[in-house]
Nanobody
Framework: QVQLVESGGGLVHSGGSLRLSCAAS????????MGWYRQAPGKKRELVAT???????NYADSVKGRFTISRDNAKNTVYLQMNSLRPEDTAVYFC????????WGQGTQVTVSS
């Protein structure tokens, strides 16, 4: 079982920044995909960003130019730098690691006030 521990969520005003971190531990294959989903009340789950072990990234259109995903392979840690935050970014953010199946973090609340 892969364990994912997240940190960095909180409350910020519109235009502010947050940096989310997610450290994976357990039986982790050397080649995988890590990333972030978010879930807001009354809205569909949205895939925010992904990054492969090799550093290839993908972003949702809604966050392009504002969010940056990165990872430290030696530490099995993924980060999400969130800048220019908007109220519509308010959601629970879930870290995941994928290799043949998904492993999930516990989620961390991000709230952006207007």
């Amino acid at each position: 079982q892969v364990q994912l521990v997240e940190s960095g969520g909180g409350l910020v005003h519109s235009g502010g920044s947050l940096r989310l971190s997610c450290a994976a531990s357990g039986s982790i294959f050397s080649s995988n995909v890590m990333g972030w989903y978010r879930q807001a009340p009354g809205k569909k789950r949205e895939l925010v960003a992904t990054i492969t072990t090799g550093g290839s990234t993908n972003y949702a259109d809604s966050v392009k130019g504002r969010f940056t995903i990165s990872r430290d392979n030696a530490k099995n840690t993924v980060y999400l730098q969130m800048n220019s935050l908007r109220p519509e970014d308010t959601a629970v953010y879930f870290c995941f690691l994928y290799y043949t199946r998904n492993y999930w973090g516990q989620g961390t609340q991000v709230t952006v006030s207007s």
